[in-house]
């Protein structure tokens, strides 16, 4: 490919300035904060923001502050051409580092560790240096490039309409905030809000309360229930069964006092294999299982232990595809829906809860929100949710898919194709957006997790890849 060798160069012999400035940001933490004048997203993503734009204005690029949701680096004052959306806000720190302190970024065999070092400080430094190949090798182009410096894309990604509300989309957009090659397929999201409502009863055996999930796109490892009045042998047989025929483990704990004989309460924890809700395979369902157990204890019949029995018939255990809700669907595309029954609150009076679907390119309102809300409607429940994110593609025969993918093998040596996600990308809401970079097949970079880290040579290898895009998107 033309320019490759200057391109090549130019990275490599950037590569510790490179460094240095994503070790600068990496430096900053900047986890979404509370809310202060002028910086709507607290203090430390509001330094991490200044810092990025001020080194893009040193390297010579034009940039704009969109009152500190976003930034911009504009490559030039032509016509948009391409964006490049990327972010500087960071997951919270969390605990369990060893190698490094969280934002004490280190360089170590080989690897960049510190948070943000991967999501995404270091793909967005990456990016701006592709900028600066471009730019400083003066390799011709006849659109601008524009760096979008994005602050909310780990909780909500409020960033991007604030953004969009005064700027156009450009005719193309990339972010490197996954893997490669390219994701140009993003499965839609049906998050599913429910409740159900009944007259306490009093009669024993009988359940007091459950509670699981901690939030709607996590498959809870975890969940507990209070039980009164089930003898003790009677819960332990069921507890050994149910373990048994599901895989979930359950643990008992017993009041000291009763108030009269077989008034005993038991706390009851299931335990399970928590997951992603875009990935509920790889899981095993503690709250799903905690409903089978609860089902088959001889609770006294009521109207709280007729809806745990419904709960059972719409999210059985193990079901993960959707089937007994009727919306089992699959394309070609992007696979299986895939659903998580990820939080529920039960009381003596009534329950709320909520699952997390992510659904095909085939799926919309029509054949997956309205049947589910017939069918949990018809037994019972109050359903609330009233609308879902749709899938978003990008056709992977287009020109800018294909180009992305033509780079991405010839600098790589590996083999370019269309991938796709049950999760969603920053740039799922954009027209012709994809993700592309910055991480290697199969490298697990600790994202979100203790040690994060980035591939240096990963990080030089996307800025050249990136730089090439440019020259062959814009030229």
Not at 99 to 105: H, L
Request: proline letters at 5%.
């Amino acid at each position: 490919m033309e320019y490759r060798d200057k391109i090549e160069e130019y990275i490599d012999s950037h590569r510790q300035e490179m460094l240095n400035d994503i070790i600068t940001l990496c430096r900053i933490n900047s986890e979404k904060m509370p809310y202060k004048e002028g910086m709507p997203f607290g203090e430390g993503v509001c330094a991490a923001l200044g810092m990025a734009l001020g080194m893009a204005e040193r390297y010579g690029f034009s940039v704009c502050n969109y009152d500190n949701y976003v930034g911009t680096a504009d490559l030039n004052d032509r016509e948009p051409g391409l964006d490049i959306l990327a972010h500087l806000d960071v997951v919270p720190a969390g605990e369990g580092w060893e190698i490094t302190k969280p934002f004490e970024p280190l360089e170590k065999d080989g690897k960049l560790y510190g948070r943000g070092t991967a999501d995404d400080k270091g793909p967005a430094v990456a990016a701006l240096y592709a900028m600066r190949a471009v730019k400083e090798l003066e390799i011709p182009v006849s659109k601008n490039v524009r760096l979008i410096l994005g602050t909310d894309e780990e909780c909500g990604s409020s960033d991007i309409p604030h953004y969009y509300a005064a700027v156009d989309e450009a005719p193309m957009t990339f972010s490197p905030d996954a893997s490669f090659p390219v994701i140009n397929t993003e499965k839609g999201m049906l998050r599913g809000h429910f409740t159900a409502e009944w007259e306490k009863g009093s009669v024993l055996p009988r359940l007091c309360a459950i509670h699981a999930g901690v939030k709607i796109n996590v498959l809870p490892g975890k969940a507990e229930a209070v039980f009164q009045g089930v003898d003790t042998d009677v819960l332990e047989k069921a507890m050994k069964e149910a373990e048994e025929a599901i895989g979930i483990h359950f643990e008992a704990e017993y009041s000291d006092y009763t108030l009269e004989k077989g008034d005993q309460t038991a706390k009851v924890t299931a335990v399970g294999e928590g997951a992603h809700a875009a990935h509920p395979e790889g899981g095993n369902n503690a709250l799903t299982g905690l409903i089978y157990l609860a089902n088959r204890l001889p609770l006294a019949p009521c109207a709280q232990t007729e809806m745990l029995k419904k709960l059972e018939e719409c999210f059985p255990h193990g079901d993960v595809s959707g089937e007994a809700l009727g919306i089992q669907m699959e394309d070609e595309l992007s696979g299986k829906l895939t659903l998580t029954f990820s939080m529920l609150e039960v009381t003596e009076t009534g329950l709320e809860g909520w699952f997390d679907s992510r659904c095909p390119v085939c799926a919309n309102e029509e054949n997956a929100l309205q049947p589910v809300k017939k069918l949990m409607e018809g037994k019972g429940f109050s359903f609330l949710t009233d609308s879902m994110i749709p899938p978003h593609h990008v056709p992977g025969d287009s020109h800018f898919v294909q180009t992305l993918l033509k780079v991405y093998e010839e600098y790589t040596g590996l083999k370019g194709q269309c991938e796709s996600t049950g999760g969603g990308t920053y740039v799922h809401d954009l027209k012709n957006g994809v993700a592309f970079g910055a991480s290697m097949p199969g490298t697990e970079n600790r994202m979100h997790g203790a040690d994060e880290f980035a591939v240096i040579d990963e990080l030089l290898t996307s800025a050249k890849i990136f730089a090439q895009a440019i020259a062959e998107l814009c030229r």
